[in-house]
Every structure is written in C-alpha cells, then in structure tokens.
C-alpha cells in the first residue's frame, strides 16, 4: 500500500467542503491523504519551496511554481460576484480617495492582491501609497482602529464587513468582471509534476468526484466544514460555500482557464508576476 499524498489546503468552507469526500476515504480508488491545514499565503510558501505533493494555493502564485507542479483542471475556486473588495471607514468614497493612502492586504502573491493592483492603476490617480500586509484577520479591526487607510478583504469579510462598520469602497471582481467579462480566479489546486501523468489524471478525478459527492449530499460534509470553520456563523458557511464550490469547481473550461490566463498576463503586463510560458497551464 503506497504512502498518502501529503496534502495541504485551507480550513475555510469550500476546501472543507470540497475535499471532504476524498479526505474521508468515501471516493472509490482515490489515493489517501495525509492533510495539513494551512491559509492560503502559507501554503503558496509551501508551493515555492516544493513542500507537499498537492496543494491549494492562490492563482497568483502560478509563474512561480509551475516548472515543478501541474495545474489541475478542477477542485479550485472561480466565480463571479466573489472578489475581493476594498473597505474604508467612510462612507461614499470613491477610488481617488486612496490616491497616496495606506492599503492593508493579506498577501502580495495573491489573487486578491492583483486584482487590487490592476483595479488601482486603472481607477486610482497616481496610485495608492503604502500597502502593508496583515493576516487576513487583523486587516477589518486596522481599518475600523484608524491604523490604514483601507483594506482589502477576501472571503466570509463580504458578509461581516458591515459589523466593524466598514464601508465597500470597491469590488475588484465587479472591475475585473466588467472589463474583461470573465469569471474570477481566486484559488487553485496543483500538484507535482513528478508524480506522473496517470497519477495526476487520478488525482484530477479524485478531486471532481469529491466536488460531486460534496454536492449529492451536503449534509455529509457539514461536521467537518463546522469543524474547521473558525466560529463561523452557519449560515455565513452556507453563503460561502455557495458563493465559492460552483461549476468551475467541477472542471475549469473554456472560461476558466480564460480567466486564469487573462489574469495572469495582466498581471505580467504589469510587471506584478513572471511571464507565462504557452503551455505552462496545460494539463498532462
């Protein structure tokens, strides 16, 4: 019987949901996993220093890492009306207001993080002055307490925002989605490219099944996203799950890798990330 697959992915809803199956055991001749649990900007660390056969990570992160790891064309996280969004504590600020101001973010090898940056250098005269990075859960209170001038949140903070009474200053994926009409791309899944083609066809079809599984019956997985899920409200779970796990979820298609490529060369364009090879997204 051969090793688990160590495996790293963030303990926020949709990965739970997503890998529940799989973790589990419950998808018929899928490898075993050996899961760690890591937020996102740790494990894009992990991804460039080649820890870990499978890993969840951030899109931005793909330049780096995809001489060593694969891109699997499912299990990840696009969507629309799931960006990121800026906060501010005014309300009714437009984006000039962050001229020359001091922007917290989670991570600068982020999709979120590019997303911010292409919006700006469109939107934002001069551009913003100092970014400063926080973990994801300090970025709110900072705004709320005075100590940046805005913010730049992610995942369950478009449902809570409103409790540090914080208002949305912009949604880099309303931006992203109006000028280029594509889904978001937020989080992927990649694998080595050592472990063989087969292999990586293997894991690609554990993943989609465990997404299937997840959906046939979601009542399933709900101990383990509870579990994990950091005293998120339930019902603020379910929203983040519905908003994340969708039809890209299953298989990226024609749009997703679209999006993903578009983001990416944007991003180049900019001098934000490395220039992407013409098949460096391919599947085996």
Known sequence: MSEPLKIAYSPCPNDTFVFDAWAHGRVPGAPALDVTFADIDVTNGMAQRGEFDVLKVSYAVLPWVLDEYALLPCGGALGRGCGPLVLTREAGEGPASLAGKTVAVPSERSTAYLLFRLWAAAEVPGGVGEVVVLPFHEIMPAVRDGKVDAGLVIHEARFTYGEYGLHCLADMGEHWENTTGLPIPLGAVIAKRSLGAERLRELAEAARTSVRMAWDDPE??????????????????????????NEFTAGLGEDGYAAV????????????????????LAFV
């Not at 399933?220 to 796990?245: F, N």
């Not at 944007?266 to 013409?278: D, F």
Request: hydrophobic share 40%; net charge negative.
């Open 220 to 245: 399933a997985s709900r101990p383990y996203v509870l579990e994990h899920a950091q005293e998120m409200d339930p019902k603020v779970t379910d929203q983040h799950i519905g908003l994340y796990v």
């Open 261 to 280: 490529r578009g983001l990416l060369t944007r991003a180049a364009a900019e001098g934000l990330v490395p220039p992407l090879g013409p098949d460096a």
